[in-house]
């Protein structure tokens, strides 16, 4: 048995519920910020048999997908920064973060 724990994007967090759903995989949903860009992303926590793993990665892989998203970086109140530096600037986003954990032991009461 092994725990995923899969961070992706709100935008993808809903397309991602529903094919877990769709392909029978129970997964745990929180809400969590990023620390890069404060913005929203789910975690999934999923408990899950070893030989599903690949199945699970494939599915997380195939939905939460990378995109480029303009952001305005936070305003540096130094004079002596550039100036260019409040402008905004592309940077890549979406995507998952995906960590699979061995479990010593699983109970369900």
Excluded: C, W
Excluded at 78 to 94: F, H, K, L
């Amino acid at each position: 048995m092994k725990l995923i724990l899969a961070i992706v994007q709100d935008k993808d967090s809903n397309l991602l519920s529903s094919e877990f759903i769709d392909n029978n995989i129970r997964a745990t949903k929180l809400s969590t910020t990023g620390g890069f860009l404060k913005s929203g992303n789910t975690t999934f926590i999923i408990g899950i048999d070893d030989e599903r793993v690949p199945e699970v990665l494939q599915i997380i892989k195939e939905t939460a997908q990378t995109r480029e998203q303009f952001m305005t970086p936070p305003v540096n109140l130094d004079a002596t920064s550039d100036a260019t530096m409040a402008y905004p600037i592309e940077v890549q986003v979406g995507g998952a973060t995906v960590f699979v954990l061995p479990v010593d032991q699983f109970l369900h009461f």
